[in-house]
């Protein structure tokens, strides 16, 4: 399967990705959407080297400890987290996502830090970061 580029997977009562999901080394397009009981990715999701786009949209994905794998993604130039309870802060490593175009942040209620280094994104062209209560002062540096 090393040759498939898209892998979207909506909904499911999955709680655990295998880790050989890393294998799928031809994979560009990630899509876990709307996953209640997934808490976390295998640390082999950074072997994906040519992954382009990585949708979390409404997930209970805890990133905690999981961004210095997502800053290996060197070749990202879409990541879409919004609705992400479990997101509390944003790693300052965002900032060496050097392709990274288009983040949305939306309705991560939980949201409370925006790191500084977000300002190294010099290749972004959309940030789409809709607040809501919670995360109403997150944007102080």
Known sequence: MG?????????????????????LIGLQFLGLENYKYLKSLPGSICGLKFLLQFFGDGSNLDLEGYWEI?????????LCLGGMAAITKVSSSIGRLKD?????????????????????LTTLEAFVFITVQSSRNCLKA
């Open 3 to 23: 040759s498939l580029h898209f892998l979207y997977i909506s909904g499911n009562a999955i709680k655990e990705l295998l880790y050989s999901i890393g294998h």
């Open 100 to 120: 990274l175009q288009i983040l949305r942040l939306s309705n991560c209620e939980n949201l409370v830090t925006l790191p500084n280094s977000i300002g190294n």
């Open 70 to 78: 997502i800053e290996e993604l060197e070749h990202l130039i879409q």
